[in-house]
């Protein structure tokens, strides 16, 4: 079983939204805090939103407001509805623990024309 699998990215214009998928393995998601990480283009990755095993949500400022993370204990997925979407919120965005330590998927492209 692959750890990570994001699905959802694609192009969107500036204002409109999209929903991100994360399904995990049960040995990594069972009882992390998750994240959502990002990397734009000759920038470091960076951690945009958390979510732990009873809910408690944390946004990075550039993503609070617009971002919503939440997750599903039963399958197993950490899900991330963006709203209000910039150009700047272009990036690969990839999903993991918020320590970062399960093995990193692919990652899924999100494109927000201006």
């Known amino acids: 079983q692959v750890p990570l699998v994001e699905s959802g990215g694609g192009l969107q214009q500036a204002g409109g939204s999209l929903r991100l998928s994360c399904a995990a393995s049960a040995i990594i998601f069972k009882f992390s805090t998750m994240g959502w990480y990002r990397q734009a283009p000759g920038k470091q990755r960076e951690l945009v939103a958390t979510?732990?095993?009873?809910?408690?949500?944390g946004y990075a400022n550039s993503v609070k407001g617009r971002f919503t993370i939440s997750r599903d204990n039963v399958k197993n997925t950490v899900y991330l509805q963006m709203n209000s979407l910039k150009s700047e919120d272009t990036a690969v965005y990839y999903c993991?623990?918020?320590?970062?330590?399960?093995?990193w998927g692919q990652g899924t492209q999100v494109t927000v024309s201006s």
């Open positions: 993991n623990r918020d320590s970062a330590t399960a093995s």
């Open positions: 979510i732990t095993t009873d809910g408690i949500t």
